[in-house]
């Protein structure tokens, strides 16, 4: 297995990092950690998380992290064990705490994370850390790159994976917590098209066919799924853009 997380520095974003790394190295010793960026630009976090899952062996168990983004160790060593064998991605948390500069502080001067100031609650969350293999991964389509820059692309995947798989992912009791860093702009023309993006997943969702030509670019998913790892099994289909 390895844990891969993408990332392109910035300079409020060092220390989260450096933290995250710590974590696993402390909680997980001995496991690879590596990081990705694909080098778009903007900033392609879809495409980094497809890379991620590209470069590994179809059957792998892969941790992609966010690079602000702790979990607890048991949950995601519950995931990691379950994905192994799983058609579904695994997420090692049911409660997603964003600590933002408070907690970040608490954690920085030592307070369990478990007791860090929480700024809020994410209700609904989707990302931050997936446990899965390539073979699962590429059995959605993985993500969108379409989605370019900020937002959306992990709320899109959680209906094309809901629609294809015929299940949500595979939450695991548990928490996340992300560190503070200076937020992304949620405003202008590319973040409009990444919700105007967003609105074709909707329109596509619980319906197999449908979100299959949209992830896919052709109507008959187990085909091409099926193709892709028979014919190739070390290869990973990119998301269709």
Do not use: K
Not at 129 to 157: C, K, L, M, N, S
Not at 169 to 179: E, F, M, S
């Amino acid at each position: 297995m390895r844990i891969v997380i993408p990332w392109r520095p910035a300079p409020s974003r060092l220390d989260a990092f450096d933290r995250v790394v710590a974590w696993y190295q402390q909680n997980l010793p001995g496991v690879p950690i590596l990081t990705i960026d694909t080098g778009d630009d903007p900033f392609v976090l879809a495409a980094c998380r497809n890379a991620a899952m590209r470069d590994a062996a179809i059957d792998e168990v892969v941790v992609i992290g966010d690079a602000d983004t702790i979990p607890e160790r048991e949950p995601l060593l519950a995931a990691i064990r379950a994905a192994a064998t799983s058609d579904l991605v695994h997420l090692p948390y049911d409660e997603y705490r964003w600590l933002g500069r408070t907690g970040s502080a608490d954690y920085a001067a030592g307070v369990p994370l478990e007791r860090c100031t929480v700024e809020q609650f994410v209700d609904g969350a989707c990302s931050g850390i997936y446990v899965a293999t390539p073979r699962t991964w590429a059995a959605h389509g993985g993500q969108d790159e379409g989605f370019r820059g900020w937002g959306f692309e992990d709320a899109a995947w959680y209906l094309a994976h809901t629609t294809l798989l015929g299940a949500p992912p595979r939450r695991h009791r548990g928490r996340v917590y992300a560190l503070h860093h200076v937020g992304e702009v949620r405003a202008g023309t590319a973040y409009d098209a990444n919700a105007a993006r967003m609105e074709r997943y909707r329109d596509a969702a619980h319906d197999p066919d449908r979100m299959a030509a949209l992830v896919f670019g052709y109507d008959d998913l187990d085909a091409a799924v099926l193709a892709e790892l028979g014919g190739e099994p070390d290869a990973v289909p990119d998301a269709v853009s």
